[in-house]
C-alpha cells in the first residue's frame, strides 16, 4: 500500500500544471544564464556556474511551495485523504507514502535541473575556454544532491506544518519562513558571537541560537563556492550534510506522524 500511495503522489505531482511552469520558467533562466556570460569576460565560469546553481534551488523551491504543498492541502481540505485511511492505511504510512513520493518529484525534478545545469554550463566553456575558469561538474552533481536534500527538509516541514496549520496558505507562510531563517542562522549566530559585537543582549544571542537549533541549517547544503571554483568537499562535510538531513527529516516526520494520528478528520 505504501507504494501503491507512493506512486499516486508522485503521478498526481506529475500533472500538476505548476510543475511545467516551473520547468519553462528554469529552461528560460539557463538561456539568460548564456546570455548574462557573454557579458562578462572574468570568471565566466563562475558566474555560470552560480546562476545555475541559483536557478535550480529557485526552481525545486518552487516546486515545494506550489506543488508539494498544494498535494498535501488537497488532502485535507478536500478530505481525500479518507479514501487512502479508508482502506485500513495505517497513518504513519500514509504519511510515509506522501513524503516518498513528493521526494520521488523532486528526486525527478532534480536531474532535469542537473542535465540543463550541465549543458549551460558546457555551453559556456566552449563559448569562452581561456576564461572559464576552474569550474568542476562534478561538484556541480553534488551540489544539485544538495539542493535536493535540502528540498527533502522543507518538505517535511511543510507537511508538519500541514498537520497543525489552519491552510495551506499558513503552511506556505511557515515553509517559506523556514526557508529564510534555515539559510541565514549559521552566519547569524557566528556574527552575533564574535568578539566585535559582543555588546548585543545575551536575550538576543539565546534566540539566534535557539533559532539555530530548531531550524534546519540550510547552509549545509550551499555548494555552490565549491563548485564554482573547484574547492574540493571532503568526505566528512558531505556525510555530516546527508546524516544531518536524514536525521532531521526523521525526526520531523516522527513528530508528524504523532501529531496526524492525533487529529481528529472532520
Known amino acids: 500500500m505504501i507504494a501503491a500511495v507512493t506512486w499516486v503522489t508522485f503521478l498526481e505531482g506529475l500533472r500538476n500544471r505548476a510543475v511545467y511552469g516551473i520547468t519553462l520558467l528554469a529552461s528560460l533562466m539557463m538561456v539568460f544564464t548564456v546570455l ?38 488537497k488532502d485535507l481540505e478536500r478530505k481525500t485523504i479518507y ?18 513520493g513528493l521526494g ?16 549551460t554550463i558546457q555551453i559556456v566553456r566552449q563559448m569562452y575556454p581561456s576564461y572559464f575558469g576552474m569550474v568542476s561538474l562534478w561538484l556541480v ?3 544539485h544532491l544538495s539542493i535536493f ?16 496549520a489552519s491552510s495551506s496558505f499558513v503552511t506556505f507562510l511557515l515553509t517559506i519562513v523556514s526557508w529564510l531563517i534555515g539559510s541565514s542562522t549559521q552566519e547569524v549566530k557566528r556574527l552575533v558571537e564574535s568578539s566585535e559585537l ?41 556525510g555530516f550534510a546527508v546524516l544531518y538531513g536524514v536525521g532531521y527529516a526523521t525526526a520531523v516526520l516522527s513528530l508528524t506522524v504523532i501529531i496526524f494520528r492525533r487529529k481528529e478528520l472532520t
Open 149 to 164: 536534500l535540502q528540498m527533502l527538509l522543507l518538505t517535511s516541514l511543510s507537511m508538519l506544518f500541514s498537520m497543525v
Open 36 to 73: 548574462l556570460s557573454s557579458m562578462i569576460m572574468q570568471d565566466v565560469g563562475k558566474v555560470a556556474t552560480d546562476l545555475a546553481l541559483s536557478t535550480a534551488t529557485f526552481a525545486a523551491l518552487l516546486v515545494v511551495m506550489f506543488v508539494n504543498i498544494n498535494i498535501l492541502a
Open 141 to 143: 552533481a553534488v551540489a
Open 198 to 238: 559582543s555588546q548585543i543582549a545575551p536575550v538576543t544571542k539565546m534566540v539566534v541560537k535557539a533559532a539555530y537549533y530548531l531550524f534546519p541549517n540550510l547552509a549545509l547544503f550551499d555548494l555552490k563556492t565549491n563548485a564554482a571554483h573547484g574547492i574540493p568537499i571532503h568526505l566528512s562535510q558531505l
Open 83 to 100: 479514501l487512502a485511511l479508508s482502506r485500513a492505511v495505517p497513518r504513519s504510512h500514509y504519511i510515509l507514502a506522501r513524503f516518498l
Open 104 to 119: 520521488l518529484l523532486l528526486g525527478l525534478v532534480v536531474l532535469l535541473l542537473l542535465c540543463a545545469s550541465l549543458a
